[in-house]
């Protein structure tokens, strides 16, 4: 029998999350799976995930990098340190390079627009950028030095919660769904996504948001639980900001699958991580599910051990301990296990080039 993709629409979404029978449950692994597999196949791509800078001028409640987080050490890499993990990504198969950061002004533009040239010049790596909100001319200056794309959580669609956990930098609210509009227009593949879970978010506000990735025609998306910091003013709220009874989303594990498995039947071509947050909340099976319920991208970290425990935007992430040749060996081993294959080249976009 052929298998027919039809996108759920938002009331059918809002149903799967608030679902409570098993066989439904079972249907949206299945579907999703069937659309991944469908749409972009079996492989799984690998990214190379270096945290360039735990330095940040933002006052996120929910990011343990947060400014007024005294308890952390603060890094810049340097330029050679960054240069050097990008031939370890090549030396262990990958793709693609992911640049992260806190947002930080010290990252100057032109120091990084010279990395990403030479990362370019020296290997066949994509490069993605994930350093928060910056400048259209940084951004234009990354993408004429190479940069191919950009990943920016818009976390919730719920303007006033987001500005609350998100609060505004030298008065000026952001506006990250323009910005990922802008970044579009410069020429990028652009990722965006949300965090599951968040004191205020309502289950309504979140399958608004699912149905937004298909509006936003995204490449990419990144989900993932929110996971309390102890050092964040978020962990202390808990659930003060509570919504009437059944309407806060209740953060599980589970629902961080479910909303992969939507991410993927909404926008079928896009590249989905299964992200770290979950395999740090489910261990290592939670990186196996991700991938058997809509995930297609693995981010192994390349970042040095010497940084790694310093970029803790929650608590035990995953794989902190790993070092390159572990995080990667591991997931190679996962990939193989599910019987799924390892992506060549840079795994771009299947929906840059959509068919549907
Ligand atoms: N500064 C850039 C930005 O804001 O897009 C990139 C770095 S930021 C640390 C990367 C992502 O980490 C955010 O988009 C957010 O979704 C996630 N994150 C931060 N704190 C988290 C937490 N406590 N639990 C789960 N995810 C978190």
């Known amino acids: 029998m052929t298998f027919i993709h039809t996108p759920p629409d938002k009331q059918s979404i809002l149903r799967w999350l608030l679902s409570e029978d098993p066989a439904e449950i079972a249907e949206l692994w299945a579907l999703a799976d069937a659309t991944r597999k469908k749409y972009v196949g079996d492989q799984v791509h690998l990214r190379g995930l270096v945290e360039v800078s735990n330095r940040c001028e933002r006052n996120c409640l929910y990011c343990g990098i947060r400014a007024d987080n005294r308890e952390l050490q603060r890094y810049l890499m340097l330029s050679d340190e960054i240069l050097a993990c990008a031939h370890k990504?090549?030396?262990?198969?990958?793709?693609?390079?992911?640049?992260?950061?806190?947002?930080?002004?010290?990252?100057e533009a032109q120091w990084l627009a010279d990395i990403i040239r030479q990362v370019k010049e020296e290997t066949d790596l994509a490069i993605t950028l994930s350093l928060g909100e910056r400048s259209d001319e940084d951004y234009q200056l990354w993408h004429a030095?190479?940069?191919?794309?950009?990943?920016?959580?818009?976390?919730?669609?719920?303007?006033?919660?987001?500005?609350?956990?998100?609060?505004?930098?030298?008065?000026?609210?952001?506006?990250?769904?323009?910005?990922?509009?802008?970044l579009r227009e410069i020429g990028y593949e652009i990722g965006s996504g949300v965090m599951i879970g968040i004191p205020g978010q309502s289950y309504e506000s979140l399958a608004d948001d699912i149905d937004r990735f298909r509006s936003l025609d995204l490449d990419m998306i990144g989900v993932g639980p929110y996971i309390p910091h102890p050092d964040t003013p978020l962990a202390g709220i808990g659930n003060r900001w509570d919504l009437p009874k059944g309407e806060q989303v209740i953060n599980s594990v589970e629902l961080g699958y479910r909303v992969i498995a939507l991410a993927r039947l909404v926008c079928p071509q896009a590249n989905i991580p299964s992200t770290t947050a979950l395999a740090t909340l489910d261990g290592p099976v939670g990186r196996e599910l991700g991938l058997q319920r809509g995930a297609n991208i693995v981010m192994p970290n390349l970042t040095p051990l010497k940084y790694r425990q310093m970029y803790e935007i929650y608590p035990a992430k995953a794989a902190s301990t790993e070092d390159a040749e572990q995080s990667c060996a591991a997931a190679l081993r996962q990939i193989r296990a599910l019987g799924r294959t390892v992506g060549t080249g840079r795994g771009d976009s299947p929906n840059l080039h959509k068919s549907i």
Do not use: Y
Request: hydrophobic content about 40%; aromatic content about 6%.
């Open 89 to 107: 990504a090549v030396e262990v198969g990958f793709g693609t390079l992911v640049l992260q950061a806190g947002e930080d002004s010290s990252i």
């Open 145 to 182: 030095a190479g940069a191919d794309r950009c990943l920016l959580r818009f976390e919730t669609g719920n303007r006033e919660l987001f500005d609350r956990i998100h609060p505004p930098l030298a008065g000026q609210s952001s506006d990250r769904l323009a910005i990922l509009a802008r």
